[in-house]
């Protein structure tokens, strides 16, 4: 359950919105994986063997839990370059407000499939129901002999003409026996039709029917809303006497609303969920705490174990923005708001750096407008001029104005923190939906963390809707945004000025979330405090790293992919006056700095990968680290860093006699470790 302070500032939130007459609604994306992620499709792949089983009893658990009496059919999904086939979408389909938008006959759960003898007459039924004759063509399926199969060419028509009557209307397909088979592809035989030998003057629209020895299937014509549910529900009488078949096909865009929808897809390594439109916070913190009891019933989960640490699922978690229709659209007639809710974001790192998974920088798939392809005079520009548009629908200029510049640097709108390519894009299938996607969001492993994270991002909306706490312009972070704002103590200290400052508005949200959040986001190398003295402490904590983009890369298949370098890691030494005034250390024998003005980090290269950035460049562990007395001038303890994963690991100290500090800054030998530039926080073992 969410917290009393939570749940205090989300009414207050809905409250503020009402009165600003702005309906705000959620959308998500949270991915999962198995308990035992085995195979590509569960690290690099977007599809394989398990993936659509787990899918399917994803989909049948949440119909149990959330929404009894929904429709599940299977879609077909994007198509992406390189790939056959496009990619499978299951969509949990019930009426807006929550009504089954079919009512599927009650019996027993062991009912049997229908058998192909039983076939003929479930489709005659179906006919029979719509008040025309199917015509059914049988088909033979080559990948399997077994199964049997049936395509009525079926189409709906809204108004007559003199080339066909009003409403439903069935044809023949007259095919030679030789070509009534299926295309020997994967997938639904609705998929497989041989469509290049359908008569012409005829639509190309056919329910296909599919017996198998154990189960039964239809793949449904492409039809308007209101004839598809008209269809569904013959379907559902027909079809009473038998198990409840397996629903595939194309399903009509929903303009009206009328639907609910929840999506299920096969995404690179995660199975990704699509949520319905949420029309508060806690309807999406009921999803998201529904899809962790029902995923694990069914054997998912929205993190990985690696080794004694949990990691996220590898896919994210991202967060849309949006209205309950086009005409509600909150952001179309308030260019002015939007513009300082990307500059907040861009004033706070926090927002793009802490939330997200381990990929961040220019060469992530969620780059900030200033890592991307935009130059700051465009985007300076692009904001004012925002700014200045009068009251009405904006929704072209600011679509016009923003979405170049909120890209990779390729100019992927897609890759972006704030992605505008859901927003008004008509070049797009899906481009003119009001949506303002920010990716920069990974999966927990509790549902909890992601809700917090959500609310906050409503808290920040409702918050920059008065216009005295929106930044005038953009902050030069500089070099500085990947020296010092991508290590933990620096996120933390800003993500608390941003918690500071909701709290001092009437917005408080629970801290310990976000605390717990940041101490699994940036778990503990090194933890060291003196026995003598409690404020005198050493915390070594991983950071953050924009790995560099490589360029094309042939991959099989025949095609190209651009690699990061992921084998560059960092971490942060976190120390207190205490500890620098009487301690130092050695890092490979060699001094590192600890400053009393600024954070110090280290950049190591890790492992050895191909291809890479700078090859030549050996790997630098395991890692050795010595802690310095000063008082009594000489090591007092040892660790090693083997690897990221274990962190570092104590060693017996070797016994050495008294000797100067070797970490003095009078000290001429050995030199300490150097940064990139003079007064960079982070020292780089690549430099020597």
Not at 12 to 30: D, K
Not at 183 to 208: D, K, N, S
Not at 539 to 564: H, K, M, N
Request: with cysteine; aromatic share 8%; proline share 10%.
């Amino acid at each position: 359950m969410p917290s009393s302070i939570n749940q205090a500032t989300a009414a207050l939130l809905e409250q503020r919105l009402h009165e600003a007459g702005i309906r705000l609604t959620f959308g998500g994306e949270p991915t999962y994986v198995p308990v035992e992620p085995e195979g590509a499709e569960w690290s690099v792949a977007a599809d394989g063997p398990t993936k659509l089983r787990y899918a399917k009893a994803l989909g049948r658990e949440l119909e149990q839990r959330v929404w009894p009496g929904s429709t599940l059919i299977y879609c077909p999904g994007k198509r992406y370059d390189g790939e056959v086939n496009p990619r499978w979408a299951l969509r949990l389909i019930t009426g807006a407000d929550g009504t089954p938008i079919v009512h599927w006959p009650q019996g027993p759960p062991d009912r049997r499939a229908l058998t192909a003898s039983e076939a003929p007459g479930l489709l005659a039924a179906i006919g029979e129901g719509l008040g025309c004759l199917l015509q059914p063509l049988p088909l033979r399926d080559p990948l399997d002999p077994d199964r049997q199969v049936w395509a009525a060419p079926l189409c709906h028509h809204d108004e007559a003409s003199s080339s066909h009557p009003l409403g439903w209307q069935a044809a023949a397909w007259p095919l030679a026996e030789p070509m009534q088979e299926l295309i020997g592809a994967p997938g639904p035989a609705g998929l497989r039709l041989p469509l290049a030998h359908f008569p012409e003057g005829v639509l190309r629209q056919v329910l296909t029917l599919e017996v198998g020895p154990q189960d039964w299937s239809l793949f449904l014509p492409p039809l308007a809303r209101q004839p598809l549910e008209s269809l569904l529900g013959v379907i559902a009488q027909a079809s009473a006497a038998w198990s409840q078949p397996e629903l595939s096909g194309v399903l009509p865009l929903d303009t009206d609303g009328a639907w609910q929808v929840l999506g299920l897809t096969a995404d690179p390594g995660v199975l990704e969920v699509n949520l319905p439109v949420c029309h508060s916070w806690a309807d999406y913190a009921g999803w998201m705490g529904a899809l962790e009891e029902a995923g694990e019933a069914v054997g998912l989960r929205s993190w990985k174990q690696q080794g004694e640490r949990t990691e996220g699922s590898g896919g994210g978690n991202h967060l849309l923005w949006g209205g309950p229709s086009l005409e509600e659209n909150p952001f179309f007639g308030r260019p002015a708001w939007l513009v300082g809710i990307l500059r907040y974001w861009q004033h706070h790192p926090s927002l793009a750096y802490l939330f997200s998974g381990n990929s961040v920088g220019p060469a992530s798939q969620a780059p900030r407008p200033d890592e991307g392809s935009a130059a700051w005079l465009d985007l300076e520009l692009a904001h004012g001029v925002l700014e200045g548009l009068p009251a009405g629908d904006q929704r072209i200029a600011i679509s016009e104005t923003l979405r170049h510049l909120h890209a990779d640097k390729s100019g992927n709108t897609h890759r972006s923190e704030i992605s505008l390519d859901k927003f008004w894009n008509p070049a797009w299938p899906a481009g003119c939906q009001g949506l303002i996607e920010f990716r920069a969001l990974e999966t927990f492993p509790k549902h909890q963390w992601a809700s917090a994270v959500a609310l906050l991002w409503r808290a920040l909306a409702v918050h920059l809707l008065d216009p005295s706490n929106r930044h005038p312009d953009l902050k030069p972070w500089g070099e500085t945004l990947h020296d010092q704002w991508l290590l933990p103590s620096q996120l933390w200290l800003d993500l608390g000025q941003v918690l500071d400052e909701l709290e001092q508005a009437g917005y408080p949200l629970e801290r310990p979330i976000f605390q717990a959040i940041w101490e699994w986001r940036f778990p503990t190398l090194l933890g060291w405090s003196d026995p003598t003295d409690p404020t005198a402490t050493l915390e070594i904590r991983r950071a953050l790293e924009p790995w560099p983009l490589l360029c094309d890369t042939p991959v099989e298949g025949g095609s190209t992919s651009r690699f990061v370098d992921s084998s560059l890691r960092r971490f942060e030494v976190i120390s207190t006056g205490a500890f620098r005034k009487r301690y130092g250390l050695l890092l490979n024998g060699r001094p590192l700095t600890l400053d009393d003005h600024q954070p110090v980090a280290v950049r190591y290269r890790q492992e050895a990968l191909y291809p890479c950035l700078h090859p030549c460049i050996a790997n630098h562990l395991p890692l050795d680290l010595q802690l310095i007395d000063r008082h009594q001038g000489q090591a007092i303890a040892q660790w090693t860093l083997p690897n990221e994963t274990t962190g570092f690991e104590s060693q017996a100290l070797q016994p050495s006699a008294p000797s100067s500090d070797p970490t003095s800054p009078n000290s001429p030998e050995p030199r300490p470790w150097r940064g990139a530039r003079p007064g960079a926080c982070t020292v780089d073992l690549r430099l020597g």
